[in-house]
């Protein structure tokens, strides 16, 4: 559940860590959490070890995200998956256990102090092999990748700012009935409020915008945590 600011795809914001729900009252997140394929002992302690970072904790994803996250890459039979904004691991392990027999994740993020973290835990939860990290720039990394991928799935949770261009450069790859997932989309609610123009608010409005208007996807905003937007390339 990334929000960001500290560079083009890592993110800062004072969200707590955990299990949370910025839309639900306490008492239905929880019980909704209770209800739902809880988080195993890996993923556990790889949350607890994100919260001693401290502030940053919060662009983890929630325990409920990462059970969607399997989740539909389960449903969309993923073999080739790109991540953008990878952190310290949570979501990667998610993508990476959905994966089909032999299948890859491209992870994309700039910061070698956190991805330390998320090598490892990668390792204890036995997916290290599905997944290749490549630290720089995501615009970068986006570029230098081989015209004839084709893509199942991707989880887009970085800066703000670069999300449409992001989803632009995956749409190159996305293959027909393949998904687009993007994190924060609701940005707290400030998505509602004219008043704020604050940039990451403006940027996630045009986000949100370019992505209803593009004819080749449908998509549908989920409110779980920070909201979710799911994106299916149309097969027409």
Known sequence: MAAATNGPDDASGGAPSGPKSVFLPPALADYAAAHSTPADPVLDSLAERTRQLGEVAGMQISPDQGALLTMITRMVGAHLAIEVGTFTGYSSICIARGLAPGGRLIACDRSDEWTTVARAAWLDAGVAD???????????????????????????????????????????????????????????????????????????????????????????????????????????
């Open 130 to 236: 599905a997944i290749d990290l490549r630290l720089g720039p995501a615009t970068d990394t986006l570029a230098a990748l081989p015209d004839d991928l084709v893509v199942d799935l991707a989880f887009i949770d970085a800066d703000k700012a670069g999300y449409i261009g992001y989803y632009e450069a995956i749409m190159a790859w996305l293959r027909p009935g393949g998904v687009i997932l993007a994190d924060n989309v609701l940005w707290y609610g400030r998505v509602t409020d004219p008043a704020d123009t604050d940039p990451d608010t403006v940027a996630i409005r045009e986000f949100n915008r370019h992505v209803l208007a593009d004819r080749r996807v449908e998509v549908v905003v989920l409110p779980i945590a920070d909201g979710l937007s799911v994106i299916r390339r149309r097969h027409d």
